[in-house]
């Protein structure tokens, strides 16, 4: 099906392992984001990536590694969780054209650090 | 830098009642403005943008929304209450040149029967 995927929708783990949350997008978008979702902040944009093998930091970098290889695809890697990454977090894509800046967001990805 | 403010954490309004969510932005040149909407247990989807034009956009599901420069706001408005639109709002911010977008924190829409 079209649209844009998350996995694993849940996810819990333990401070200091390593962990990887997938993003998969059909529409050939040039443009792919994470952002993480807490409560008194909305959300806040982690890395993004213009097109492959380009990438970009936001606001909330820190602890977080991204890749893009292929169009399609952005994963999320915590290289060492803490617990301050218990968060919500949601891949999106866009693209620039007839409907520029229009983001349409995965299903998210909830994750508890324990 | 840009910024956006949603001033209310919670809306609360009756079935059929007109209703406002509240907006202010900040950016230094031009903005495209953005309202999401995210339902419990699901990513947000889209409801209206202001690029350009008409001060007054129409968006998804009923909902408009006001653009106003001299006061920086973009609120979105609804005629008529649904209990259906009881869900978290999102407004977003671009700048001109960037691709980001800037949210703000969100504003919870409660409608009574």
């Known amino acids: 099906d079209a649209g844009i995927t998350q996995s694993p929708r849940y996810k819990i783990t333990e401070t200091g392992r390593q962990v990887t949350l997938m993003c998969h997008q059909t529409?050939?978008?040039?443009?792919m984001f994470w952002y993480r979702q807490d409560l008194g902040h909305g959300l806040r944009l982690i890395y993004y990536?213009?097109?492959?093998?380009?990438?970009d930091k936001g606001e909330v970098p820190d602890g977080y590694v991204v890749s893009r290889s292929k169009t399609e695809n952005f994963p999320l890697t915590l290289e060492s969780a803490t617990r301050s990454q218990t968060s919500v977090y949601f891949c999106?894509?866009?693209?620039?054209?007839?409907?520029?800046?229009?983001?349409?967001f995965g299903p998210g990805t909830r994750l508890t650090v324990l | 830098a840009q910024s956006v403010a949603q001033p209310e954490d919670q809306v609360n309004v009756a079935e059929g009642n007109p209703l406002t969510v509240k907006c202010t932005y900040s950016?230094?040149?031009?903005?495209?403005l953005f309202w999401y909407v995210q339902y419990p247990n699901r990513g947000l989807q889209f409801l209206l943008k202001?690029?350009?034009?008409?001060?007054l956009v129409k968006g998804s599901y009923g909902f408009e929304a006001e653009f106003n420069k001299s006061q920086t706001s973009f609120h979105l408005k609804k005629p008529s209450a649904l209990v259906s639109d009881s869900a978290l709002y999102f407004c977003?911010?671009?700048?001109?040149?960037?691709?980001?977008?800037?949210f703000g924190t969100g504003t919870r829409l409660l409608v009574s029967p």
């Open positions: 999106a894509s866009s693209e620039i054209g007839d409907s520029v800046d229009t983001q349409y």
């Open positions: 529409w050939s978008h040039s443009y």
């Open positions: 990536s213009a097109a492959a093998d380009i990438t």
């Open positions: 950016v230094s040149g031009n903005p495209y």
């Open positions: 202001y690029i350009t034009g008409d001060n």
């Open positions: 977003a911010v671009r700048e001109l040149g960037f691709q980001k977008l800037v």
